[in-house]
């Protein structure tokens, strides 16, 4: 239900902007339709993007480490195997576990970090769309 209130509301906010949202800009895809992409020795992702929103499905091996970054999207992250622990701030002072199921939501700006406790399969969706994973100016992640 949540889920239809929020397209029901960013539908809203289009017709305000003066954009009328279509149904030929409905987009139906399968996970396995979209190529994996190597973002790393140890990161693999798959990639969906609507105009307002990105989702990735996200594969990382065993100890790796997303470095401590901030963004301006409001960022949604759910667990689907493995672990992450996550540490927010810049003083590093609050951190956090997550499993499969465990979803943690990052506000817009705030520092974060994680490291994978076995291999981790998640999922992140961001608000606005993550440009910088689109344009492949995320370099925070390519080294």
């Known amino acids: 239900m949540r889920l239809f209130a929020l397209v029901r509301e960013l539908a809203r906010a289009k017709q305000r902007r003066g954009c009328n949202m279509s149904i030929d800009n409905l987009q139906l895809i399968n996970w396995d339709d979209i190529p994996l992409e ?43 195997k493995g672990t992450m622990r996550f540490v927010f701030g810049d003083d590093r002072a609050k951190s956090v576990d997550i499993g499969p199921g465990g979803v943690v939501v990052i506000p817009a700006h705030v520092p974060h970090e994680a490291t994978c406790m076995g291999d981790v399969e998640e999922m992140d969706m961001w ?16 080294s």
Do not use: C, K
């Open 127 to 142: 608000a606005p769309r993550r440009d910088d994973w689109l344009d492949g100016s995320d370099d925070y992640l390519r």
């Open 38 to 80: 190597t973002v790393n020795s140890s990161m693999r992702r798959r990639i969906v993007t609507g105009e307002l929103m990105t989702v990735a499905r996200i594969y990382f091996e065993d100890g790796f480490v997303v470095p401590m970054h901030s963004h301006h999207n409001e960022q949604v992250t759910q667990v689907l």
